[in-house]
């Protein structure tokens, strides 16, 4: 069991994604209680030591998250399959959020101090 310091709620309210420092993304239903889902673990991106947040695409048909080497990461929701990699940042990328209205739009942090909009 690793610890899971970033937490995001899914748009349609039925998931939760939160960042698992050992470098993955796990997936649990929301209801009466909070079960893992098995079946869907976003990997290929590297966290340990960070608590790089995630997010949903507002029609849910991706999922995205930082790493500590600064890169952004895209995976497909349905296959959870990395789509895209990209040096974001010099240094960790701390936090990426999905544009509600442009969804072909991102914002990404890094403890590099700048903030970029893709």
């Known amino acids: 069991m690793h610890s899971m310091p970033a937490v995001t ?3 349609n309210q039925k998931w939760l ?3 698992s420092l050992d470098n993955k993304i796990c997936i649990f239903t929301c209801g009466d209680r909070f079960r893992p889902n098995k079946k869907k673990e976003f ?3 590297m966290v340990a030591g960070y608590a790089c947040q995630v997010d949903f695409s507002p029609d849910m048909s991706y ?3 930082g ?3 600064g890169k952004c990461c895209v995976w497909d929701w349905k296959t959870t399959k990395m789509l895209a990699k990209w040096k974001a940042h010099d240094k960790c990328c701390i936090s990426v959020l ?3 209205h442009e ?3 991102v914002a990404t942090a890094g403890w590099d101090g700048e903030i970029k909009y893709w």
């Open 103 to 105: 969804t072909s739009k």
């Open 43 to 45: 990997k290929g991106h």
């Open 17 to 19: 994604a939160a960042q």
């Open 9 to 11: 709620k899914s748009p």
């Open 63 to 65: 999922l995205i998250s």
């Open 67 to 69: 790493d500590g080497d």
């Open 98 to 100: 999905w544009h509600p």
